[in-house]
């Protein structure tokens, strides 16, 4: 992400639609500054520039695009997956297993201002592609178990082209983006609310004010998650980790 950030700083709208790709990151950063671990040649890393003609209308949108892309890539190159891979708030693609959710890839946004008007936005996706089991990162607290696309092909493991997967996701990327054929911001709000796995179920979120527990309704245009409490009220989580009790109930 930085080196995509240099080249916006460099050249501007002209930037709009370039794609960095890393075989390897040994500085990766995921939600919370945390760090994102893979290996050598197994994962699809990419930072993808939007600027200009494929700015969203709001940065919030930014992670919508990115997950609705990430999913219609997946879908495309393992047909085999299309009806499992999920959205997982705020940013995460996650697989529905038999043994429950686990997660794919990530999604960071970076979104650039001037002037207290949005100019870009970088698109930080990291996608396991093609680790086997020993190659995994460790579950964090409170974060789903990892996993790959290739370990989740039926009848065990199966490798992907990585370079099959990066232009199927450009393409989505272009879809979703360009000015003749994207979606509304309601379209995509409501496109990528379908896609999120778990609303219904309970939810503890820890926030800057404390942990807020209840049962996640839905989300806001802006990608805030809507959390309904035990007394009634709603309210609306725009960041902090947030929990999902998956054996809870809830939407699948």
């Known amino acids: 992400m930085p080196i995509a950030r240099g080249i916006f700083d460099e050249r501007g709208d002209r930037a709009a639609g370039t794609v960095v790709i890393a075989d390897h990151q040994t500085a990766g950063r995921g939600r919370l500054d945390r760090d994102w671990e893979d290996v050598r040649g197994r994962g699809l890393l990419g930072s993808y520039i939007l600027c200009g003609e494929l700015m969203p209308e709001h940065p919030s949108l930014a992670v919508m695009l990115a997950g609705l892309a ?3 890539a997946m879908g495309e190159c393992c ?3 299309e009806n499992c891979v999920r959205l997982k708030w705020p940013n995460d693609v996650i697989a529905v297993a038999a043994g429950g959710p686990v997660k794919l890839a990530g999604v960071l946004v970076e979104s650039i201002f001037a002037e207290q008007e949005l100019s870009g936005v970088i698109l930080g996706i990291g996608i396991n592609v093609n680790q086997r089991e020993g190659e995994l990162p460790s579950v964090r607290g ?3 178990p990892p996993s790959s696309l290739a370990l989740m ?6 490798p992907i082209e990585r370079e099959d997967l990066l232009v199927a996701l450009c393409r989505a990327l272009d879809v979703l983006c360009a000015p003749g054929s994207r979606p509304s911001a309601e379209a995509v709000h409501a496109r990528w609310q379908r896609a999120l796995y778990g609303l219904g ?6 926030t800057a ?19 309904r409490l035990g007394g009634g009220e709603t309210v609306e989580i ?12 809830g939407e699948r």
């Open 79 to 81: 047909p085999r997956l």
């Open 209 to 227: 004010d404390g942990a807020v527990r209840g049962r996640a309704v839905g989300t806001s245009a802006q990608g805030a998650l809507r959390v």
């Open 153 to 158: 092909g039926h009848g065990g493991y199966a």
């Open 238 to 249: 725009h960041s902090g980790e947030v929990v999902f009790n998956w054996e809870g109930g």
């Open 142 to 144: 409170g974060g789903l």
């Open 70 to 72: 990430v999913l219609r």
């Open 201 to 206: 179920a309970a939810v503890t979120a820890h």
